[in-house]
Structure formats: structure tokens, C-alpha cells
């Protein structure tokens, strides 16, 4: 065989070769594998479930978020927000000690997770356990940027408890409420 030919066969088979990687590698645009498709379907679903649960939440509709939530940490058992609302939502059933299980796994996952300590804080008060519920509500005061909507009625929280707690003398007056 002459080195010609060699040389021909090794170009037409590293010429297949590069139509066989091109064809694997290179997909026309629109398309996705089937493990890409599955992963875009749960995240879509994960995001429906999740704003069903909020709007139920906002609702009151409590036993209803906790079925949305419940198929959210299914899907996504490491997302520290779908805890947090399943804390909001015992919160809402009256159930405390449920609630501070999933702030704190909240917690867990996150530990910058602001609105997971003020709903801890919350459901402390709920047990009537306000040395808790301080503890809550200020590293949410910590961890909370200036602007959020929520610092005021914390800080009005804080010294409700406090109060309760003896801590505020005779003509102590309560902080002014805050300006918008």
C-alpha cells in the first residue's frame, strides 16, 4: 500500500470521525437531551407549586399551601424558602413547634436567611417562649436589609416581649413607630 493511500484512509477516517463527533455533540438549536427536558419540567413545576403555595398563604388557605409545599421539598429538598413558608403555614394551623422545625431547617440550609428568623421569633411567642423569640427577632434585625418593610413591626415586637419579660421600667415609653 502506498503511502498515498495511507494517507487517504486515515484522512477519509478521521473525516468520519469528526462527522460522528459533530452529529453527538452538536444538536440543532431548540433541542435538549431528555435529562435537560426533565430537569426544565421539574423546575417549572417547583416554581408553580411554590407560587401556588405563596398565593394560598396570603389566602389563609394554610392546609392548602402545605400541600404545595410538601411536592415543592419534594422536587427540592435543599431550597430554604419552600421551609420557610411551610413555617409560616404551621404558623397559620397554630402549630409552633412544627413551625420552628422547618424555620431551623430553613436555618440550616441558609443561615443569612432573614425572614427564617423572624418566623422563628414568631413561633417562639406562639410557645411563649420570649427569651427565644428575642433571640429570633434580633438576628433577624441583624440579618435584614435597612429598608425592609418588616424592621419596624420587629422592633415593636422586640419590646412587646421585653415588657413581658419585665424588662422596661415604670414610664418607660415604647419606641416610635416608624416613619414611611
Same mark, same amino acid.
Given at each position: 500500500? =502506498? +503511502?498515498?493511500?495511507?494517507r487517504m484512509e486515515w ?10 463527533? #459533530?452529529? /453527538?455533540l452538536l ?5 435538549? =437531551? $431528555? /435529562? ?14 411554590? +407560587?401556588? %403555595?405563596?398565593?394560598? @398563604? !396570603?389566602a389563609?388557605q394554610?392546609?392548602?399551601a402545605?400541600? #404545595?409545599?410538601h ?6 429538598p435543599?431550597?430554604?424558602? %419552600? ?5 409560616? %403555614?404551621? @404558623?397559620?394551623?397554630?402549630?409552633? +413547634?412544627?413551625?420552628r ?7 440550616? @440550609? ?10 422563628? #421569633? ?8 420570649y427569651? %427565644?423569640?428575642?433571640?429570633?427577632? $434580633? =438576628?433577624?434585625?441583624?440579618? =435584614?436589609?435597612?429598608? +425592609?418593610? !418588616?424592621r ?12 413581658? @419579660? ?6 418607660? #415609653? ?7
Amino acid at each position: 500500500m =502506498s +503511502d498515498r493511500c495511507v494517507r487517504m484512509e486515515w484522512a477519509a477516517f478521521l473525516c468520519a470521525l469528526a462527522l460522528l463527533a #459533530a452529529a /453527538l455533540l452538536l444538536r440543532p438549536p431548540g433541542t435538549v =437531551s $431528555r /435529562l435537560e427536558h426533565q430537569g426544565q419540567m421539574q423546575r417549572a413545576e417547583v416554581r408553580q407549586r411554590f +407560587d401556588q %403555595a405563596v398565593v394560598m @398563604l !396570603h389566602a389563609r388557605q394554610y392546609e392548602h399551601a402545605v400541600t #404545595a409545599l410538601h411536592r415543592v421539598m419534594e422536587l427540592a429538598p435543599r431550597m430554604p424558602e %419552600a421551609q420557610v413558608n411551610m413555617g409560616y %403555614a404551621m @404558623l397559620g394551623l397554630q402549630r409552633p +413547634d412544627a413551625a420552628r422545625a422547618f424555620f431551623l431547617a430553613a436555618i440550616d @440550609l441558609r443561615p443569612g436567611q432573614a425572614n427564617a428568623y423572624y418566623g422563628l #421569633a414568631l413561633a417562639e411567642e406562639m410557645a411563649h417562649n420570649y427569651e %427565644a423569640a428575642l433571640g429570633g427577632m $434580633r =438576628s433577624y434585625l441583624h440579618l =435584614s436589609r435597612a429598608d +425592609d418593610v !418588616h424592621r419596624a413591626r420587629a422592633r415593636a415586637a422586640l419590646w412587646e416581649w421585653e415588657e413581658k @419579660l419585665g424588662r422596661h421600667g415604670a414610664g418607660t #415609653a415604647a419606641p416610635a413607630p416608624a416613619r414611611p
